[in-house]
């Protein structure tokens, strides 16, 4: 899904409102990156995009809805309503805690090489354990490899 159009359209209906300039932006690195986001001829980053709208005086946030409102073609209110209620099933599911845990020290948390742990697995290999069943038994009932659940038996 591509951006390009809407952050072009975005970008050059706030300039106009803000009557705001080339020349009004210090950075030549920021007028032209923004000459090129309003002819649509390249991508950009979240990282670049929050740096435009700032060098603009404007909000991330508040630009992502208008691209998304546009893209979709409904009223930048209704994708706030639909941002909210997916952010309050992310919260319900537990998501904010798991995402705040995430980052320390305002760096991401370091984590093991290799395919990160299925926690929920690896609770039903314990729970299927101190059943008795065996491993070949877990495996069959959680519908896992045998080496899954050999792997994690002993944890």
Known sequence: MSLKNEVAAVLRALRHVHGAGYAHLSDHAARRTIGELERASTGVTLDKLASVAQTLGFDLPTFVVL?????????????????????????????????????????IVKRPRGKPRDHQAVAEIRRLKAEGRNQSEAARELGIPRSTVQTHWHD
Do not use: N
């Open 67 to 107: 691209c998304d409102s546009l893209q979709r073609g409904v009223e930048p209110e209704q994708v706030i309503g639909s941002t909210a209620s997916q952010i309050e099933a992310f919260r319900a599911a537990g998501g904010i805690d798991l995402m705040q845990s995430e980052i320390s020290d305002g760096a």
